[in-house]
């Protein structure tokens, strides 16, 4: 089955820099890669997703990469804010269901 | 819309007492999950159903049930609670399976002494 590999599991920033994430996967059929954001106390949620067919997206100051050969994919954040402090977590999915990776808890630094 | 709603939000349970949790989406959507969240484990797949009357496994599936009796309701019961389901359980729904958005309940925190 699927496994997702994420790094790193604490990330600190200084406010204004930007971050980055990364994840590998396994399943060479993946063909989704969504990224969610963990606020304090409550359900993760969709921030941005990435599907095969493309090799880069961005949204605002959120960007995601996917490298099919290499099976792996990065979540890149720019201008850091502190709402930006957060759990994040990648995922990759082909079918019914998705796998997470283990989530990396970003701190934004004043 | 209220989303995906979850209930109870905390429990505390004895070793061998039974629960039930109970997810209500209102956005029509096919597919629901259940997921168990612990320190370092991520978000882990219990169960997950991708219709009424259906159920699946996910990777931890051992000690839980569950039903869809319902569409818009999914039920995951623990019928002998262990110190090791202690845990933040979290809900989901989605439009049409994995490769759609899934919106996440608030979480249910359980406390197995």
């Known amino acids: 089955g699927e496994n997702v590999e994420q790094h790193p599991s604490t990330l600190s920033v200084q406010e204004g820099d930007s971050a980055v994430i990364k994840c590998t996967y396994s399943?060479?059929?993946?063909?989704?890669f969504p990224w969610y954001k963990q606020e304090l106390g409550k359900g993760p949620q969709l921030i941005i997703d990435i599907r095969s067919n493309v090799g880069e997206k961005k949204d605002q100051r959120i960007a995601v990469t996917l490298n099919k050969t290499a099976k792996h994919f990065s979540l890149h954040i720019t201008e850091t804010q502190p709402e930006d402090s957060a759990v994040y977590f990648c995922a990759a999915s082909r079918d019914d269901k998705i796998i997470f990776g283990k989530g990396t808890r970003l701190h934004i630094l004043p | 819309n209220a989303g995906v709603t979850q209930t109870p939000k905390f429990r505390v349970l004895k070793t061998g007492q039974s629960m039930t949790l109970l997810c209500a989406q209102d956005m029509n959507h096919e597919y629901m999950y259940w997921y168990r969240q612990d320190p370092g484990m991520g978000l882990r797949l219990i169960h997950y159903s991708v219709g009424e009357g259906t159920t699946a496994k996910g990777e931890v599936p051992d000690g839980y049930n569950v039903s869809r009796l319902k569409k818009q309701n999914f039920l995951l019961g623990l019928e002998s609670a262990a110190p090791s389901q202690t845990s933040v359980y979290f809900c989901a729904s989605s439009r049409q399976g994995g490769l759609w958005t899934q919106y996440f309940g608030p979480g249910t925190r359980l406390l197995v002494l």
């Open positions: 399943d060479s059929a993946s063909n989704y």
